[in-house]
């Protein structure tokens, strides 16, 4: 690459949804409950009610693209007067969080207008817990290396220097000669060596220790395949039946015939949105969400409908259950168990609920499944089963989060006439997965009871030491009490996500930025937290992320954190 020419990243990677969101009229009511005790501090009334409103939408609770309640209901509701409601609205949009939409009233915005470009750099003096007026600040044009990244292919949106091609690459990069970027690299620090980056992005196990000899077993056996054509469109019977006794061993009677092998989860959900999505359909994502999951839909030519997911207080279910009514989705992608980022999990009752919604609304539901059996410390009478158990719904699965990625192994649960449709759609696609991961993944499935334990154990430790490193070096940030997945959704006493995440690279550290995980622009007070890594390159990017914020925050530092030998 020449020394004058570099990348910027275009907002367009990470706000691309605001076009296809589709938005949800906020009830008096419903506000008036999420606003919770706002009238606090000195602050006037208006400006109060605004601040709350505006804290609500970068934390997400309030996706972008919402209605807010009319004037005097929200008056009549709050007990205040319709001109203090007014003057609260004009607020917001004055600071670009609102804007008025003949037919629609007030609407959040999906991404307020300081956020120009994904590298912004916002003022850290900024409270999102007072008064806005200071704004953000900054050049809004960064130099690539935001790190808003997720998973293995995300590598590639973070490192763009370092690997950039083909016709997605010029859409997502514009080069700049270096008379133009000197401003923007006196504000951001430089991207280190490629192979010297800790990769923190990925919330992931490293390989079961079972794996090793499950592919010399493969190995072994795929002789007699070398025979034939080599295609499975369904999968290896095996692999099928093996998938479909864990099932049944989780309490969900399935047939080898319900079930498509395909090459991974994320594979398995294009499949299903390309089969059943056509431009335009509605549906419904949850906020924050896996990333490639609202890619993925809007690829197929989804309008997204967000529906809020909160550490502590799990999904809403009013907001869910009117999104269905109003909004008549024809799929709704969720992940019950273990929700990546937030850890929660969803309650017997409302799966019932919600698969009883989903059938009244003609909405097929679509649950990831990936993080469901990574349970660490949920107590044992707290069986929660699959959501296929309550009705008509599609399963995904992949063995990447429990068994190992590297095996590009997924599948999908569904009737026997929706498996023959989702094949009719693949013939245009991948057409099969390799067989010999295939017959690694039937000895490894075989042995999923096994294995788990000590994936329990290893995820349990990870969690621990996050949680207390935290608790030392960073005391002022939230971090939730999870009983299983991979990962802690950390929020933040200031909305600096982006840009901490941004100077983490100084530090040769990559993570995930909040507003990765939404689709309208907010959680820049979150930061994903992945608790799979081994202590030692835990330490190191925790080490890094406590003088990082500090830092950032103009604060002392606490103590050193031992040495990476201190640790057994």
């Known amino acids: 690459m020449p020394s004058n020419c570099r990348f910027i990243l275009s907002s367009t990677v990470h706000f691309w949804y605001a076009g296809l969101v589709t938005s949800l009229r906020l009830s008096a009511r419903a506000l008036e409950n999420l606003l919770g005790e706002w009238r606090t501090g000195s602050a006037t009334t208006y400006v109060a009610l605004a601040d709350r409103i505006r804290l609500l939408s970068l934390d997400g609770r309030i996706p972008g693209g919402s209605r807010l309640p009319a004037e005097r209901e929200l008056a009549a509701r709050l007990s205040l007067s319709r001109s203090t409601i007014g003057a609260a609205y004009a607020h917001l949009r004055e600071s670009g969080y609102v804007e008025s939409i003949r037919g629609s009233g007030s609407v959040t915005r999906y991404q307020p207008p300081a956020t120009t470009h994904a590298g912004f750099h916002i003022g850290l003096g900024d409270d999102v817990d007072g008064d806005f007026s200071g704004g953000f600040s900054g050049d809004f044009t960064t130099e690539f290396g935001s790190g808003f990244a997720d998973e293995a292919s995300d590598e590639f949106d973070v490192i763009a220097e370092h690997f950039v091609s083909g016709e997605a690459g010029s859409q997502r990069a514009t080069a700049i000669d270096s008379s133009q970027r000197d401003q923007r690299t006196r504000q951001t620090p430089p991207l280190p060596a490629f192979d010297s980056m800790l990769n923190f992005t990925q919330a992931a196990l490293p390989a079961a220790s079972e794996v090793n000899e ?52 994320l594979s398995g959900l294009s499949l299903i949105a390309r089969t059943l999505i056509s431009r335009g359909d509605r549906a419904i994502i949850e906020s924050p969400t896996y990333p490639h999951a609202a890619d993925a839909l809007a690829a197929a030519g989804a309008r997204l409908v967000p529906v809020a997911v909160t550490v502590g207080e799990g999904w809403d279910e009013d907001a869910f259950t009117q999104a269905l009514v109003r909004t008549a989705p024809t799929v709704a992608y969720i992940m019950p168990d273990f929700h990546n980022p937030t850890g929660e999990t969803m309650s017997n009752d409302f799966r019932r609920r919600l698969v009883d919604a989903a059938q009244r609304a003609g909405t097929v539901l679509i649950a990831d499944e990936t993080t469901a059996e990574l ?154 937290i992945p608790t799979s890594y081994s202590p030692a390159d835990t330490y190191r990017a925790l080490d890094a992320l406590q003088h990082t914020w500090h830092d950032l925050n103009g604060r002392p530092l606490t103590p050193e954190l031992p040495s990476f030998a201190e640790m057994v």
């Not at 788990?452 to 030392?472: F, M, N, S, Y």
């Open 214 to 265: 499950a592919l010399q077993l493969a190995a072994a056996e795929i002789g007699p395949f070398l025979k034939t054509t080599g295609f499975e469109p369904f999968g290896l019977p095996a692999l099928r039946q093996a998938i479909a006794d864990r099932y049944r061993e989780r309490g969900l009677p399935t047939h080898p015939d319900e079930i498509l092998v395909t090459s991974g989860a």
């Open 375 to 528: 349970n660490i410390d949920r107590a044992d009478n707290d069986s929660f089963a699959p959501l296929a158990s309550f009705g008509d719904a599609i399963m995904l699965g992949s063995a990447a989060k429990t068994l190992w990625g590297g095996l590009r192994i997924g599948w999908i649960r569904a009737p026997r006439t929706m498996i023959r449709r989702l094949l009719g759609t693949r013939a245009f696609t991948d057409i099969g997965t390799p067989l010999l991961e295939q017959l690694a993944a039937t000895h490894l499935i075989r042995q999923t009871a096994a294995i788990l334990p000590e994936r329990q154990k290893v995820l349990r430790a990870g969690r621990d030491l996050v949680r207390e490193t935290l608790a030392v070096t960073l005391p002022d940030w939230q971090l939730p009490a999870i009983s299983g997945g991979l990962c802690l959704w950390a929020k933040m006493p200031r909305a600096a996500s982006s840009q901490l995440v941004l100077n983490l690279r100084a530090r040769a550290i990559l993570m995930n930025a909040g507003p990765r995980f939404g689709i309208d622009g907010a959680f820049e007070r979150f930061l994903r």
